[in-house]
């Protein structure tokens, strides 16, 4: 299977139940964020994005929030399905370019 | 629409030994970039091209080359490969075209090299 979870920290949650994953960044002139997810075996996939002038977005089931006082951001899922089990991570986008944290292993108990 | 691809899906190589992997994006985005992925670590960016005719030097270039062959392609060449370059290789494009906001990164579906 995908090697790339290993050693990351893991949230596990019940089915049914709202996850909530966090990210710090690292550059306070970051201007947009945005957050991916990744499942055994393949590519990042986006999720969500947010710009810096803005503190909350909504998708379908996501929710990001970004705090830049304390540089923090959020992805918090609804309802959370064996279907939502992956690596989550954050990137910090200026100007084209990406830093991405390591990544959070969500894990949907039954 | 395939949006990115890449070839092969996994490789096994000896140290020494050269290989090319291939990116093609049919989303008509300018910029394209190529990363490794290691166990327990974010995405690491090796090379990027923010447009045709264009490459740049990434965080971790060494060992590497690039070629931006057309606005769709962008490979990867290994000359000599060794160890530690074993990794999950993705490639990824953005830039203002068919699909999402312009300063999103969409990612193929990579390819795993092994080193022996």
């Known amino acids: 299977g995908e090697s790339v979870g290993l050693h990351l920290p893991t949230l596990s949650v019940q089915e049914g139940d709202n996850s909530i994953i966090n990210c710090a960044y690292s550059n306070s002139a970051s201007d947009y964020f945005i957050w991916y997810k990744q499942e055994s075996g393949k590519g990042p996939q986006f999720i969500i994005d947010?710009?810096?002038?803005?503190d909350k977005r909504q998708g379908q089931r996501v929710t990001v929030l970004l705090n830049k006082t304390v540089k923090h951001l959020s992805l918090q899922i609804a309802a959370t399905q064996p279907g939502d089990s992956a690596v989550y991570f954050c990137?910090?986008?200026?100007?084209?370019?990406?830093?991405f944290g390591k990544g959070t292993k969500l894990s949907v108990k039954p | 629409n395939a949006g990115v691809t890449q070839t092969p899906k996994f490789q096994v190589l000896k140290t020494g030994q050269s290989m090319t992997l291939q990116c093609a994006q049919d989303?008509?985005?300018?910029?394209m970039y190529w990363y490794r992925q290691d166990p327990g670590m974010g995405l690491r960016l090796i090379y990027y091209?923010?447009?045709?005719?264009?490459?740049d030097k990434g965080e971790v270039p060494n060992g590497y080359n690039v070629s931006r062959l057309n606005k769709r392609e962008f490979s990867l060449r290994l000359e000599s490969a060794a160890p530690s370059q074993t990794s999950v290789y993705f490639c990824?494009?953005?830039?203002?075209?068919?699909?999402?906001?312009?300063?999103?990164?969409?990612f193929g579906p990579g390819t795993r090299l092994t080193v022996l």
């Open positions: 989303m008509n985005h300018n910029s």
């Open positions: 990824a494009t953005t830039g203002i075209g068919r699909g999402g906001p312009t300063d999103t990164q969409y």
């Open positions: 091209s923010a447009s045709e005719g264009t490459t």
């Open positions: 947010i710009r810096s002038n803005m």
């Open positions: 990137a910090e986008g200026s100007q084209g370019n990406l830093i």
